[in-house]
C-alpha cells in the first residue's frame, strides 16, 4: 500500500509547483483565516468573503472542480492533479470542499451523473467555476430523515413545474442563487417512483426565505407558493428522483472522501503550550496529555478513513460502506472533541472569544459538536445505510451507488 | 497513492488463508484456546516450512528478507484463526532483537534456527503484571566470576511454553538493562502458566540463573535494543489483530443473517446493527493505522509514532471488537466452544502484551511533544 498522497510524476510535479506557488500568492495576507475556512458554517463576514473570493479564483482557473471537462467549467485535469490541488490546500488547512461555501461539491457531480448535455452546458459551469452559491433543499417539516415521504408537490403544467410546499433547516446565513430540490412529481405514484429534482432559480416568484435561528447557525425555511419552474430545470427526469437521490446522498453521506487533516491538535496544542497553570504549561499536564492523545488518534483515524473513501471514490471502485461509517464516526468523534475541549481548557471553550486563539474559536466547535450530528440525516440514517450495505440481517448486500 | 495490496501480497495472503484453514479448523482452535494447549508444534514446524519464520531477516540469515507489509498481510491470516503459537515473539520480535542486537556469531547461530522454528527463544521483559517499561525491568543481573548469575522473575511473558530459551531483560549493578539468552534447560529456570482469563501466558522465574558470558547481547543497551526491535516488529503483530477483527467482524455479519429471533434475522434490529457498526469503527481504524504505520516503515520515513499509534489502535480495537460482538452473539457467544471466545480471552491477552494502549499513547505523545524539564532542572538548582 502506499498512503503517499505527494508522490509526483514528472507531470504533477510541475502541477505542483504552479499551485504552490499560485496559493502562496493568492493566500497572501489571509493566512490567519485558513483554519476558519474548514468550519464553513461560522457566521463570519470577512471569512465569508475570503472563502467566496478564493473559490472565484480557483473557479476561474478550472480547479474547483479540476476533474470536470473543461466544457463545464472545470480543468480536465486527472485524479492525480485534483489530489496535488487538495493536499498543496491542506498545508493552508483548506480542502476543496470547505474553500467552496455551497454545497455545489455535492450538486455538480450529480448533475454531471443525470443532466442532459443542454442542462450540464447551461448548469454546471456558474456553479463549477465558483460564481453561484446553491442550496439542497429536502427537509419537509413532517420529518426530515424520511427522505422519500417528499411532499411538496412539483405538478407539470405545460412548459413549467408548479411547485407548492415548505422546507425547513436548509442553507445558511447568505442568499442562494439556485434551489436543488427535492420534489414529488406525481402524488398518484408509489414511494420511490414519484420524485424529481428541481434545479429552481431562486429569485423566481413565490419563494419565500424565511431565517431559522440554530445551535450550528443560521438555517432556513423555504416556502414554496405556485412557483413556475421552467421544465427544463428538471434534472434526471420525472419520476426517477430517487435514484438521482441515491447519488446525492452517497456523496452527502461521506462517499466523497478527503485529503488533509483536520487541525484542531495542533490549535490545541498551541493552546496549552501558552497555557500556564501554576507556572506549568497545560501541556506537560498528564491528564491534559491523555485527552489530547485520545483526540489526536480519533482525528487521525479520521483522516485515514477520508483518505480510503477518496482513494475508492476516485478509482471508480466505491467502498461499500466506508461512507455511512466515515460519517458515523465523524461525528460521534465531533461531539467527543467537544467534551474533550472543555475538559482541556475549562471556560475558555465556552467563549466566543478570538483572543483565546488569533482564529480558532474553540467555542464553535464545542457547541457544534451536538448541532452537526444531524446534518444531511442523523446518526441513525447513517447506521441504517451502513447495515443495508453490510448486508446485516438480509441475504443480500445493498451496492453503494457510483458517485464520479 | 494506492490502498491496494501487491500480487505478491495477494499471494501470500491466500496461501496463509488456505493454511488457516486446513491446519486451525474451527473445532480444534476452540479446544485449544479452552484448554491452554496453544502451543501446537506440528502447526509452528509446518508455517517454518512456509518461510513465515524470520520473513523480516535478510537471506543470508534464513529470512525471505519480506517488506513489513508483506509479513503482515501473512500475519493478518494467522490472526483470522486465531493460530496460537510463537509465530510473532520468536519469528519476529526475538528474531529483531538478535539482529538489532546481537553479536555477530549470536546472529549466525541463533537466527537461522529462529527461523527454521528449531529455536524458540522468547522475549521476557518486565517484572511486574503492572506497567510497561524500562522502569518495570527489576529482575538483576550479576557479574560472577567469568559469568553472570539472573535473579528475579518475570509476571507475565507471552508464550512462555513455547519457548526454547528466553530473551531476558535485567538489571546490571551499576542499573543500566542488560538483554541475555536464557536456556530453558537452566538450573534455577521454572514456568508458571497463569491461570485465568489469559492465554499463553506464564510466570518465568529465574532463580540464580548462571550463565555464560556468550549469553549476553547487550551489556547495558538493552531498553534501546528492545525499541528498535520492538518499532519494526509491534506493527505485525497489530496486523495479526486487525485479522482477527475481520474475522469476528464477517463472522458476525453472518450470524445476523442466519439468527431468528422474534420470527426475523437479528441483524433486522437496529441495536443489533448498531453494535455491528461500532465493531466495525474499531476494525477499521485498527487496519488503516496499521498499514499505514507499514507503509512508513516500508518508505523508510519516521515511524515510531505511527507504530505506538498503531498498537494503542488495534489492540483496543481488538478488545472492543469482541466486546461488539458479544453484544451480537449474546448467550452462545459465551460457550468455550465458540470461536468468539478464543478471540475474547486472546484479545484481552494482547491487550497487556508489551504496553496497553494507555502506556502506548503516552509513548506517541512524548515523541511528538517532548515535555522540556527545564523548569525542574531551575528547582533543583535552587535546593542545592
Ligand atoms: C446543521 C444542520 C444542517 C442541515 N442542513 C440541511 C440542508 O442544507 N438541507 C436540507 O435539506 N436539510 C438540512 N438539514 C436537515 C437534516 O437533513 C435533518 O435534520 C435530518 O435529515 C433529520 O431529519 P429531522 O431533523 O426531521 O429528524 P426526524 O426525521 O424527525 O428524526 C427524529 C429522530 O428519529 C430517528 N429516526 C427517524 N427515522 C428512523 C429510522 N428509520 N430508524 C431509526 N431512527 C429513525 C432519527 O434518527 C432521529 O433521532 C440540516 C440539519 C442540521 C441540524
Avoid at chain 2, 489492540?315 to 459465551?334: D, I, K, L, R, W
Wanted: aromatic share 10%; with cysteine.
Amino acid at each position: 500500500m502506499d498512503f503517499n498522497m505527494q508522490a509526483d510524476t514528472p507531470e504533477t510535479s510541475a502541477f505542483r509547483k504552479e499551485v504552490r506557488q499560485w496559493l502562496q500568492e493568492n493566500m497572501r495576507g489571509s493566512e490567519k483565516l485558513r483554519w476558519s475556512a474548514s468550519w464553513s458554517t461560522r457566521e463570519n463576514e470577512e471569512e465569508y468573503r475570503f472563502r467566496r473570493n478564493l473559490a472565484g479564483k480557483l473557479g476561474k482557473k478550472g480547479w474547483l472542480f479540476p476533474m470536470f471537462p473543461v466544457e463545464y467549467g472545470g480543468a480536465g485535469l486527472t485524479i492525480h492533479h485534483q489530489t496535488v490541488l487538495e493536499t498543496e490546500l491542506a498545508e493552508y488547512g483548506l480542502s476543496l470542499n470547505h474553500v467552496f461555501y455551497t454545497i455545489a461539491r455535492i450538486v455538480a457531480p450529480v448533475i454531471l451523473k443525470w443532466g442532459t448535455e443542454e442542462q450540464k452546458r447551461e448548469f454546471l459551469p456558474p456553479m463549477v467555476r465558483g460564481e453561484i452559491s446553491v442550496w439542497q433543499v429536502l427537509t419537509e417539516p413532517q420529518g426530515g430523515s424520511d427522505v422519500a415521504n417528499c411532499q411538496t408537490r412539483a405538478i407539470r403544467d405545460g412548459d413549467r413545474y408548479v411547485v407548492s410546499g415548505q422546507k425547513v433547516m436548509v442553507g445558511h446565513h447568505k442568499p442562494p442563487d439556485f434551489l436543488w430540490t427535492l420534489v414529488c412529481t406525481d402524488p398518484s405514484r408509489p414511494r420511490h417512483e414519484n420524485l424529481g429534482w428541481l434545479h429552481i432559480p431562486a429569485n423566481l416568484p413565490g419563494i419565500t426565505i424565511q431565517p431559522m435561528y440554530m445551535m450550528m447557525g443560521l438555517k432556513n425555511t423555504v416556502f414554496f407558493d405556485g412557483v413556475r419552474v421552467p421544465a427544463k430545470y428538471l434534472v434526471g427526469d420525472e419520476n426517477n428522483g430517487w435514484r438521482v437521490a441515491n447519488t446525492h446522498l452517497e456523496l452527502e453521506h461521506g462517499g466523497e472522501g478527503r485529503v488533509g487533516a483536520d487541525p484542531l491538535v495542533e490549535r490545541v496544542v498551541e493552546y496549552c503550550q501558552k497555557t500556564k497553570i501554576a507556572g506549568m504549561p497545560l501541556m506537560e499536564d498528564d491528564q491534559v496529555r491523555d485527552t489530547i492523545a485520545d483526540m489526536m488518534i480519533d482525528l487521525n483515524t479520521l483522516r485515514r478513513f477520508n483518505q480510503r473513501n477518496y482513494w475508492h471514490r476516485h478509482t471508480r471502485n466505491p467502498h461499500p460502506y466506508g461512507g455511512a461509517q466515515q460519517r458515523y464516526f465523524q461525528r460521534v468523534m465531533r461531539l467527543r472533541n467537544g467534551e474533550r475541549l472543555q475538559r482541556i481548557m475549562g471556560c475558555d471553550a465556552l467563549v466566543q472569544d478570538l483572543s483565546v486563539h488569533e482564529v480558532v474559536d474553540f467555542e464553535y466547535a464545542v457547541r457544534t459538536g451536538p448541532g452537526q450530528l444531524h446534518g444531511g440525516g442523523t446518526l441513525d440514517t447513517d447506521r441504517l445505510v451502513f447495515a443495508r450495505r453490510v448486508g446485516l440481517g438480509r441475504p443480500t448486500k445493498e451496492k453503494a451507488p457510483e458517485t464520479i | 497513492m494506492d490502498l491496494r495490496l501487491t500480487e505478491t501480497q495477494e499471494m501470500f495472503k491466500k496461501v496463509a488463508a488456505d493454511f488457516v484453514r486446513a491446519e486451525v479448523p474451527a473445532h480444534l482452535m476452540t479446544q485449544w484456546y479452552r484448554t491452554k494447549e496453544t502451543f501446537r508444534p506440528e502447526v509452528y514446524r509446518k508455517a517454518a516450512s512456509l518461510g513465515w519464520l524470520g520473513m523480516l531477516l535478510p537471506e543470508e540469515y534464513g529470512g525471505a528478507e519480506t517488506s513489513f507489509t508483506d509479513c503482515a498481510t501473512v500475519f493478518e491470516e494467522l490472526g483470522r484463526g486465531p493460530v496460537p503459537g510463537p509465530f510473532f515473539a520468536a519469528g519476529v520480535l526475538a528474531a529483531q532483537i538478535v539482529f538489532a542486537g546481537g553479536s555477530d556469531e549470536q546472529k549466525k547461530s541463533l537466527l537461522p534456527a529462529i527461523c527454521k522454528g528449531g529455536s524458540i527463544p522468547i522475549p521476557a521483559i518486565t517484572d511486574k503484571a503492572a506497567g510497561w517499561g524500562a522502569e518495570a525491568v527489576e529482575t538483576s543481573l550479576t557479574r560472577s566470576g567469568s559469568g553472570f548469575i539472573l535473579d528475579g522473575s518475570k509476571r507475565f511473558v507471552f508464550d512462555a511454553e513455547a519457548a526454547t530459551g528466553f530473551i531476558v531483560a535485567a538489571r546490571t549493578e551499576i542499573g543500566e538493562i542488560a538483554l541475555v539468552l536464557v536456556d530453558r534447560a537452566s538450573a534455577g529456570l521454572s514456568i508458571k502458566p497463569l491461570v485465568g482469563f489469559t492465554v499463553s501466558a506464564a510466570e518465568v522465574t529465574f532463580e540464580k540463573v548462571r550463565l555464560s558470558g556468550s549469553s549476553v547481547i547487550t551489556a547495558s543497551s538493552g531498553w534501546q535494543v528492545l525499541s528498535a526491535a520492538l518499532e519494526k516488529s509491534l506493527p505485525i503483530l497489530c496486523a495479526y489483530q486487525v485479522g482477527a477483527c475481520q474475522e469476528i467482524f464477517d463472522f458476525t455479519a453472518e450470524y445476523t443473517r442466519t439468527r431468528v429471533v422474534f420470527g426475523q434475522p437479528i441483524g433486522r434490529f437496529q441495536r443489533v446493527q448498531d453494535h455491528c457498526v461500532d465493531l466495525s469503527v474499531h476494525l477499521d481504524a485498527a487496519r488503516y493505522a496499521t498499514y499505514e504505520a507499514l507503509w512508513r516503515l516500508d518508505s523508510g520515513l519516521p515511524a515510531a509514532a505511527a507504530v505506538h499509534e498503531a498498537k494503542a489502535i488495534a489492540s483496543e480495537g481488538y478488545y472492543q471488537a469482541c466486546n461488539y460482538a458479544h453484544m451480537v452473539f449474546a448467550g452462545p457467544g459465551t460457550d468455550y466452544g465458540h470461536p468468539l471466545m478464543a478471540h475474547s480471552v486472546l484479545a484481552h491477552t494482547l491487550y497487556q502484551y508489551l504496553g496497553t494502549p494507555w502506556h502506548h499513547k503516552r509513548s506517541m505523545m512524548d515523541l511528538l511533544y517532548p515535555i522540556s524539564w527545564i523548569p525542574l532542572a531551575g528547582c533543583l538548582a535552587l535546593s542545592l
